[in-house]
């Protein structure tokens, strides 16, 4: 658990060009949305190893306190950064690779009792919907506000209602181009 929190803790330095000196790490946590990071990554350290009670609990205070909504079962690999972390919602049964950053609103959730998958260093804007069994490539940038209902291939950058994809690493479209 503390090799994950340091290496989320790590990574939130580095989005706000800080270096990982402890100095920086103390003031990520206490840093908008890290209590809702620690509280994850307690309760799913209690989940794991055999502490349901003890992690329902974390469950519970952390959408309380933090107004997340982080299932016991979802899986974020080290990395995992939440910027702000009213409105968020992670369905339990998400898997979510390295370096997954999210804002504020963001929901990542289930249909027809499917859940998304991401891969690593994926950014999703404040109020991003990511909805059913879609994966979620690699180096993907999700807009601001997008509904993503469809697979995203890697090094995608997609926005809008439904989400439709802008670039690919970084490299605008042409008009009329599909990636």
Not at 160 to 168: C, E, L, T
């Amino acid at each position: 658990m503390l090799e994950n929190l340091l290496a989320d803790l790590r990574h939130k330095a580095q989005i706000y060009e800080l270096p990982p000196t402890p100095r920086s790490l103390l003031r990520m946590l206490v840093n908008d949305g890290s209590a809702a990071q620690l509280m994850y990554r307690m309760m799913r350290f209690c989940q794991t190893h055999h502490c349901k009670i003890v992690a329902a609990i974390l469950y519970r205070l952390n959408a309380s306190i933090t107004h997340a909504t982080i299932g016991r079962n979802a899986d974020m690999a080290p990395g995992f950064v939440i910027l702000h972390s009213v409105g968020v919602v992670i369905n339990t049964n998400v898997r979510a690779g390295r370096n997954l950053v999210i804002y504020h609103g963001v929901t990542l959730g289930e249909e027809r009792h499917k859940s998304p998958t991401l891969g690593d260093n994926v950014y999703i804007g404040a109020g991003a919907k990511v909805i059913g069994g879609v994966r979620i490539g690699s180096d993907v940038r999700i807009g601001a506000n997008a509904v993503v209902t469809k697979d995203v291939p890697d090094g995608a950058t997609v926005v809008g209602i439904p989400a439709r994809i802008v670039r690919m690493y970084g490299v605008p479209l042409k008009a009329g181009e599909d990636a």
